[in-house]
Each structure stands twice: as structure tokens, then as C-alpha cells.
């Protein structure tokens, strides 16, 4: 066996010759066969990327003898063929991009060093909204509006898509990010031909949403990563890692008649939610793979965040090439992904029982049909059992009130479901479920059943395949009917963007506080991030989603009771309209290789609307002082040539919120739509803008002055040191005052006092977003003390420059006493530390002492934070290496 990580080999296929790295260079076949595919990957990164620096012969040698228990704190550096971003994180990236290329002329330097070193995808898929929805003219009138809202944005954009080299955009009005990767951007296997020779190698990617992880269905290796950290792989830098645990998940059996790949994944998610893989790989295995259509692997890799996971990665196998040659890909690259998995021990073969940290198995004949709700992903419901859980979020005595909308008049009631969405990455990917979803539509039609009056119903479709093949099937008509026309192609419901409801339904909710519920076919149902209005959210397949326009109540059993009635007045049962599986079957033929193909033949192009948009031809963005949509950033101001030799050191820290459990990036980071009552919404007022223009935050992430005053102002954000309020609220210490979280922030900082977050346990879970640290950063908190965190927040954290702590086993903030009223003094901190000590004087003089861990986890981490981030140690390298 040959120890040289060095060693390359020739793979000849499509009579080429292609030059690859062997793993087989550095292990047994035997151990090759033991190691999971996922480890296989990093692998042969490593293999490439050695250059005795970030990656040296021992970490390749290292991972190359990888046990189930021999690496856990083993740390390498993972190097993405690309990066794949979404316009709400994807602007804030380019914006710190185009700040830095300031930043380096200001340090003397060469702003054209600026650029991303990998390929860069960005698809413009968050920013549509549902206005209009229930009308043939729907689709357009957003894209209208969706254009009107966001032309700084997506001017700035059209600047950075000329200006950056290895940048490209995808427009608006095309698709879902996730399912344009998956159908469109994702290679499977990469070729690079810088060198004169044609480099061969697993494609491989971070990106700047969670949901990253769908394309881990087409045994593509990526995750979701912070904006911060997506920037640094962007201009170059390896990602620091620790040698993941990896959990294999065996898949057997078959799905019964009646259950989706939604009821699947979201038992898979309750499974691994219970077991605990939050920092984990899973990896699915087993011959019940060989039955798995791609599109449900897809689904089930999407969810990973929602069960913890930073990856559930499926290996490559006859069903991947399968879908490459659906979607359009060449015969040449499914030759070249067949052949150079094979030569790698990366090919699934029957029987095959890699070696995993732990594993679970699930038997696909037991799944039955399933929800989850009303406030996690995880939370995993029998449908049978939806009706019961909803009775307890609403009072015993139900609530109602008169309304008429569009000349009808009905009661609404505790427990209506007002939003009916088809939406998200996770099902809209999926043909089986949205051809289930238009079965269901046209049974019901032929029925005579309808839509309730006060569901908002809506369908977005992860690209504009999906209607071409619904439109075949002949089913779209049929979800016309019941009320789902396409509204738009991008994510809305389930980021938040599910527009407004009608005024008469929301007036009478507000009036009477009506306890309502959402219906979506999402994957995150967090408090207030569907609608500030609906308190429950369940997630559902989209055939149970317009199962539930039609019967209108969560408080009724779908399973036994009738949904409606017929003509005749019949009573109508969920059985008599949902579809057998031969029926979805024989509509899985309206799907044809063509439709990718030209649906994807000049995806960068755009619409008319995109084309027109004018651009500055200066490689230096030229700031706009009165756009409340793109500003220069403050993190490079003041900065030096060098770090700082010393790390930062904090004494007297006031706390700013004590939060509890389970506080997710959607409490943290500004998310959906906002009032004029709101701190960012009296900035933008003073602007000059007006309510109706404020579009929501998520549009906003280019601007830190909108950014910041929204950071910890979720309407459901529950400070313990403001007792009896919710939202964005704490006390300051300085006047002892109930203020806005945004106006404490300001005092505070304006009399040079360092702020501190105290939280419980699973703090940060949630979409990885980058503003979740930097509105913190900029609000001044200094650091961050909890009971556990999830992955990507830390290290987002991290990123910029915000010391991220970690409460001792068996200690907690009620457990040591602390109330939130305390000074805060650390003691010195040094790099690599372990533990840190805290002193907490109490207003009567009292002192608490206790010990805290220090959560920078890597070498690598801790020069981001004596750097004070890393952006600020990104240029500082680059202008360095002139």
C-alpha cells in the first residue's frame, strides 16, 4: 500500500483520459469497504488538498485509518468544490464581499484580490412573497411586486454577477435553490481542468442555507454553513472540521399504500431527533435504498437540520444515475460519476454494511401517515392524532366571529386552518407527492368539494418543472379549482413570506385573538415564523395540505370524520379522494427529460424585468447613502494591518437577555415581516418609507441599520428579565427600565458596557443564518453562555467574533443562582483554553463564581477570534499574500 497522499491515477472513460486521486493510495481495499461513503469524501479531499500546512500527510494518513471511535477529536480541513447561496443570505455575502474590496483599498491593498476563489451560485428564490394567491393572474402579480420590492437588491446583484469572477446568478422566478441544485447546478462528480489535465473529484459544497443538505440525496456531500464562513470557503479558506461521528441509518422494506415520503421523512426525523446527532454525519444505508425513488432521498436529506444532522448523505448507486439522466445531465458525466465511483469505492453495492458510530434501523413498511407540529419539525404526530393535539392549544370554550369576505359570509373559529401552502425545498422536489396533491385536487373536484372561504391557499413550486409536468398530467387545472395556482417559484410559506391574510380574517383573528393554524408542506414550523397571526403549524404532505382546504379545521379527525359533503350532501371521507399508489404511479410518465432540459437551457438569462435592471460597470460598489437596502457594513472600521496580539478580555457585562430552551435562529435573527412600531420599522419611517414598502427583513439582510434593530425581536421571544412582556423587550440596568432589546443595546454601548446572552439548552437551532451573530456582534454582545448550542450558530458565532460559552454538566443559569441582574466579570482568557472562570456580583454585593467551557472548538477558530472574525482575518491574509 502506498502511504504518498501525493500519488495520482488515469480513469479512462468516454474515451478520455481523466487524472484522480486513489483512495485505494492510502488503505486497504478491506478498510476501504469498512469506511463510510461520507469519510470516503473527506478522504480523498484531503488527498487533494495536502500541502503539509492546512492539510498534512498525517491528518490524510490519519482519516485514511478511520475507526467508528478512533477520531472524534481529530481536526482536518475541508475544502468545497463550490458554494451555493440563496439571496436573503446570499446578499448579505456580496455585500461583505464588495465592503472588503473597500476595506483592502483602505489598507493599501489590491481590491481586485477580492474574489471568490471556487465557483459561486447564487439563486434568487427568497424574496417572493404571496399577495396574491388564488387567481390565474396570481404567479405574475407577485413577480410584480416581488421585482418592485427588491430593485436595489437585485440591482446590487446584477452589479456583483459582472463584477466577481466564478459568480454567477440565477434570476428570479425560476426555482428553489435546493431543487435547482439538485436539478440543474449539482455535477456528482467535478472536473477541473486549471492545471492542463482534467482533474476528477466528488463535487462537494457548503452553502448559506441549511437545507444545503437535499442535494446529500444525489450523494453530493454539503451543509449549511454561516454567511461568515461561506464568504471564507468563497475567497478560499478551508473549512476547519472535527472528524465527524457518522450514525448509519439502515432503510428496509417498502412504504405502504397510503403513506408518502413526507409521513417517511418526518419519522426519520423523530427517530434521529430522539437518538441525538446534532454535530453528526448520517449516512443511509441498506437494500431498502434499492426501492428509494432519488426525489424521497432527496426529502429525507433535506430535513437533516430538523433532526440535527449536519449531513444525511445517501451513496451513489444505478437510482443516481437514473435521475441524472431524468434531469438532463450528459450520458458522458453519468459515464464519468458510474465509473470514477466504482474506481473508488464509492458505489453501492447490494449488502453493503459499512462500519457507522451508531446505527438505527427503520423498517418502511411501519410508517403511517404523519404530521408534525404545531411549533417543531420534530415533533412527529400520527394523523389520527393531529385532532387531539390541536384541542390543547385552544381554549375549551372556542372562540368565533362573523366574517365576509369577497361577498360571503362564514363563522370563523379556534382551530381554522387560514394558511394552506404547498411550499418548501423539502416536498416540492418531490413529483410522487405533488402528482398525490393533484389526484387528491381533482377527486375532490369531481366531488363537488371546495376549498373553505378562509383558507389562503397557495402552490410554489421548487422550479418551473413541476408545473410543466403537473400542466401534462392534466391535474393543474384541477388544483386550480380547489384554489392552489402557482403563486410563484421560490420559497414563501415556510420562510415566512406567506404574504398577508385577507383583511377580513385577519382583523377578526386580532379581534377576537382566534387561535388558527397553518397547513404547509414546509420544513420549519417554529413559533411566529409562518405568520405573526397563526399561533399552530403543521407540517404535512401536499396532498394532506389541500386535504385540509377542504375540510378547513384542525379540530376535527381527517382520518374518521367527513371533509364535506358532495352535491348529493354525501358525506365525503379523506379514503374516497386519496389516491392509490398505482393512480400516482401511472401519472409519474408526465415526466419527461425534455422539461429539464429545456427548462434549464438558459437558466442565467432571466426574465425581461431582470435583463433591464442597469448596472455600474466600477469593480468598487458604488454605495448609495439613501438606499435602505444595501449599506457598507461597520466590521472593517478602524481596522489595523495586524491582529491584535492579546485576545479580547470582558469585564463589567450586564446581561442583555436570559433566554430559555430551544431558542432558535428564528428568535435570534430578524425574519419575515415587521411593523412601523417596531425599532427597524421606526428607522425605515424616518427614511421616508412607508409600511406597505417595508418589505420583510429577510429582503433587508444588505442593510446592518435595518438588521440590527431586528435582531432578538421575534414576536415570541421571551426574555426572563422583562417578565410579562414578548418580543423584543429586556430591562436595562442603567435606568432600570423595560425597553426594546435594539434601545437597551444602544445605551449600553454608548456608556462602554459589554453585553452577555444567557440561554438553556439547544440555543441557535434552526436555519443557518449569518445575522443570527452578526445583529448579536453589532448589538455588542460579547459573548454567549448556554447549556449545549447547535453547530452552526457556534461557529457563526465565532465568526464574528462573539465568545461563545458553555455552561458546566448539571449547571444551569437557575441552578447557579443567576437572575440576570448580575455584573459579569471573566477572567483572563487564553488561546486554546478549556474552562473559563466568571465572577457574578449581585445588586446587594453577593458573588457567584463558577466555571464555564469554552466553546472555540479549533485552532483555526481561535485565529478567527483574536482576529475578530473571519472576514477581518480572510483580508488580512489576502492582503498579506501580495
Not at 456583483?160 to 466564478?166: E, I, L
Not at 430538523?306 to 448507486?317: N, S
Request: aromatic share 8%; net charge negative; proline share 5%.
Amino acid at each position: 500500500m502506498n502511504t504518498n497522499p501525493n500519488k495520482t491515477d488515469i480513469l479512462k472513460v468516454n474515451g478520455k483520459e481523466y487524472t484522480y486521486y486513489p483512495l485505494a493510495s492510502v488503505t486497504s481495499s478491506e478498510h476501504l469497504a469498512k469506511l463510510p461513503f461520507s469519510i470516503k469524501i473527506l478522504l480523498e479531499n484531503l488527498l487533494r488538498t495536502t500541502d503539509e500546512e492546512s492539510v498534512t500527510t498525517d491528518d490524510v494518513m490519519a482519516l485514511a485509518t478511520w475507526t467508528p471511535s478512533s477520531l472524534s477529536e481529530k481536526e482536518i480541513s475541508f475544502s468545497p468544490s463550490r458554494v451555493i447561496l440563496q439571496d436573503f443570505t446570499g446578499v448579505p455575502c456580496v455585500v461583505d464581499l464588495a465592503a472588503m474590496r473597500d476595506a483592502m483599498v483602505n489598507l493599501g491593498g489590491d481590491p481586485n484580490k477580492i474574489n471568490p476563489q471556487v465557483p459561486v451560485d447564487l439563486v434568487i428564490d427568497h424574496s417572493v412573497m404571496v399577495d396574491y394567491f388564488g387567481s390565474d393572474e396570481a404567479l405574475e402579480k407577485n413577480a410584480e411586486l416581488e421585482f418592485e420590492r427588491n430593485h436595489e437588491r437585485y440591482q446590487f446583484l446584477r452589479w456583483g454577477q459582472k463584477a466577481f469572477n466564478r459568480f454567477r446568478v440565477v434570476p428570479p422566478d425560476t426555482g428553489i435553490v435546493h431543487q435547482v441544485n439538485l436539478e440543474y447546478l449539482a455535477e456528482v462528480v467535478f472536473q477541473n481542468n486549471d492545471s492542463g489535465t482534467t482533474l476528477v473529484y466528488p463535487d462537494s459544497l457548503v452553502g448559506t442555507d441549511s437545507h444545503t443538505t437535499m442535494i446529500n440525496g444525489l450523494g453530493v456531500l454539503g451543509w449549511g454553513v454561516g454567511g461568515i464562513e461561506a464568504e471564507a470557503a468563497m475567497l478560499g479558506q478551508p473549512i476547519t472540521m472535527l472528524v465527524p461521528d457518522v450514525v448509519g441509518f439502515e432503510l428496509t422494506g417498502k412504504l405502504k399504500s397510503g403513506v408518502t415520503a413526507t409521513d417517511l421523512v418526518l419519522t426519520v426525523t423523530q427517530m434521529l431527533r430522539k437518538l441525538g446527532v446534532v454535530g453528526k454525519f448520517v449516512e443511509f444505508f441498506g437494500d431498502g435504498l434499492a426501492d428509494l425513488p432519488l426525489a424521497d432521498r432527496a426529502t429525507i436529506a433535506n430535513m437533516a437540520p430538523e433532526y440535527g444532522a449536519t449531513c444525511g448523505i445517501f451513496p451513489i448507486d444505478d437510482e443516481t444515475l437514473n435521475y441524472m439522466r431524468l434531469s438532463g445531465r450528459s450520458e458522458e458525466l453519468i459515464n464519468l460519476t458510474r465509473e470514477y465511483a466504482k474506481a473508488q469505492g464509492m458505489w453501492r453495492n447490494t449488502g453493503d454494511r459499512p462500519s457507522y458510530t451508531e446505527t438505527l434501523t427503520l423498517d418502511m413498511s411501519t410508517v403511517v401517515p404523519s404530521v408534525a407540529g404545531p411549533k417543531r419539525p420534530q415533533d412527529r404526530l400520527d394523523l389520527n392524532l393531529l385532532s387531539q393535539k390541536a384541542h390543547e392549544f385552544v381554549p375549551q370554550e372556542r372562540k368565533s366571529a362573523q366574517v365576509t369576505l369577497d361577498g360571503e359570509t362564514f363563522i370563523l373559529q379556534d382551530g381554522d386552518v387560514v394558511i394552506n401552502a404547498i411550499t418548501s425545498c423539502t416536498n416540492t422536489s418531490n413529483p410522487s407527492v405533488l402528482l398525490a396533491a393533484g389526484l387528491v385536487a381533482k377527486k375532490a373536484v369531481e366531488k363537488g368539494l371546495k376549498r373553505k372561504p378562509w383558507c389562503k391557499t397557495s402552490l410554489a413550486p421548487g422550479s418551473q418543472v413541476v408545473t410543466d409536468y403537473l400542466a401534462k398530467s392534466g391535474l393543474l387545472p384541477y388544483l386550480e379549482q380547489v384554489g392552489f395556482h402557482v403563486v410563484g417559484y421560490g420559497c414563501t410559506t415556510c420562510i415566512g413570506n406567506s404574504g398577508p391574510l385577507p383583511d377580513p380574517v385577519g382583523d377578526a383573528i386580532d379581534a377576537h385573538d382566534l387561535t388558527v393554524a397553518s397547513v404547509l408542506s414546509g420544513n420549519r414550523n417554529f413559533e411566529g415564523r409562518v405568520h405573526a397571526k397563526v399561533k399552530m403549524n403543521f407540517l404535512a404532505s401536499p396532498p394532506l395540505v389541500v386535504a385540509y382546504s377542504l375540510l378547513g379545521t384542525v379540530l376535527k379527525d381527517i382520518t374518521t370524520e367527513a371533509i364535506g359533503q358532495n352535491d348529493k350532501g354525501e358525506d365525503v371521507y379523506l379514503k374516497d379522494i386519496w389516491p392509490s399508489p398505482e393512480e400516482v404511479q401511472a401519472q409519474l410518465s408526465a415526466i419527461q427529460r425534455e422539461m429539464y432540459v429545456s427548462g434549464y437551457d438558459d437558466v442565467f438569462k432571466g426574465s425581461e424585468m431582470w435583463q433591464n435592471i442597469e448596472i455600474s460597470e466600477s469593480q468598487i460598489y458604488d454605495w448609495d447613502d439613501s438606499s435602505t437596502y444595501i449599506k457598507n457594513p461597520p466590521y472593517f472600521q478602524g481596522m489595523s494591518k495586524e491582529a491584535p496580539e492579546s485576545l479580547p478580555q470582558i469585564k463589567g457585562a450586564r446581561v442583555l437577555a436570559r433566554l430559555g430552551d430551544s431558542i432558535t435562529t428564528d428568535h435570534i435573527s430578524p425574519a419575515g415581516s415587521f411593523k412601523a412600531e417596531t425599532p427597524a420599522g421606526q428607522y425605515l419611517v424616518a427614511r421616508g418609507v412607508e409600511p406597505k414598502d417595508f418589505n420583510s427583513y429577510g429582503s433587508r439582510r444588505g442593510n446592518d441599520d435595518v438588521m440590527v434593530r431586528g435582531t432578538f425581536a421575534n414576536i415570541r421571544l421571551r426574555n426572563e428579565i422583562a417578565p410579562g412582556t414578548e418580543g423584543g423587550f429586556t430591562t436595562n440596568y442603567l435606568s432600570g427600565e423595560v425597553e426594546t432589546i435594539y434601545e437597551a443595546s444602544m445605551a449600553y454601548q454608548a456608556a462602554g458596557v459589554p453585553l452577555i446572552v444567557i440561554a438553556g439548552q439547544e440555543y441557535g437551532t434552526g436555519s443557518s443564518r449569518d445575522w443570527a451573530a452578526k445583529g448579536t456582534i453589532l448589538l455588542g454582545v460579547k459573548a454567549v453562555i448556554t447549556e449545549s448550542f447547535e453547530r452552526i450558530h457556534r461557529s457563526n458565532l465565532v465568526g464574528m467574533g462573539v465568545l461563545p460559552l458553555q455552561f458546566k454538566d448539571g449547571e444551569n443559569r437557575d441552578s447557579l443562582g443567576l437572575n440576570g441582574n448580575e455584573v459579569f466579570d471573566f477572567d483572563t482568557l487564553n488561546k486554546g483554553a478549556k474552562v473559563l472562570g466568571v465572577t457574578a456580583t449581585s445588586p446587594d454585593g453577593s458573588v457567584k463564581k463558577f466555571e464555564v467551557r469554552v466553546r472555540i472548538d479549533t485552532p483555526k477558530e481561535w485565529a478567527y477570534y483574536q482576529h475578530g472574525g473571519i472576514l477581518q482575518y480572510v483580508l488580512r491574509q489576502l492582503d498579506k499574500n501580495a
